[in-house]
């Protein structure tokens, strides 16, 4: 898939034309071997038309995300990670007093940032894709590759699970 396509945003729309309440968010280096597991996953899900959710390839996790998690209902978060030893979706909420840096925010500090400017943060989860291999190129590990596919259906799989129950927004009171 050519590289601009990877850095667009791709909005799935209601019969309405309204925006689709589920956000992805996938982030990482798509140079820096499975540290591009998160592009290879939105990717992924950018090639399914019936996702329902606007997915966001970006580089790292910045504070203008802040807004676009305001307005969702529901967000993913996919990264790779050297921690992780299998696919799996964790909850994660706003975390108070957590600060955001410019190149370390976090899922958590993020959520609460959009509750702080706007009133609203959406619920939320991590998928991390098990990650090992860091050099200089494109190219995935085995297991990495493997892991992507994985964490792509669990993402699917979510969504549809999350997309047919009410929705629950935090507002300023937690």
């Given at each position: 898939m050519p590289m601009e396509t990877l850095l667009t945003r791709s909005a799935d729309r209601s019969a309405?034309?309204?925006a689709a309440s589920s956000l992805v968010v996938c982030w990482g280096n798509?140079?820096?071997g499975d540290d591009g597991a998160g592009s290879r996953v939105a990717a992924e899900l950018a090639r399914d038309a019936?996702?329902?959710a606007t997915v966001l390839?970006?580089?790292q996790l910045t504070p203008e995300l802040a807004e676009d998690l305001a307005a969702a209902e529901r967000v993913v978060f996919v990264d790779a990670s050297v921690e992780a030893d299998c696919v799996k979706a964790t909850p994660v909420q706003a975390a108070a007093g957590r600060e955001v840096q410019t190149h370390r925010a976090t899922p958590?500090?993020?959520l609460d940032l959009a509750?702080?400017?706007y009133g609203?943060?959406?619920?939320a989860w991590l998928v991390p894709v098990p990650a090992r291999q860091f050099a200089v190129g494109t190219e995935m590990s085995g297991p990495t590759a493997a892991a992507v596919r994985e964490a792509a259906a669990l993402v699917r799989g979510l969504l549809r699970e999350e997309a047919s129950a009410p929705a629950r927004k935090m507002n300023n009171d937690g």
């Open positions: 309405s034309g309204a798509p140079l820096r019936g996702l329902g390839d970006v580089h958590e500090a993020l509750r702080r400017l609203a943060a959406p619920k």
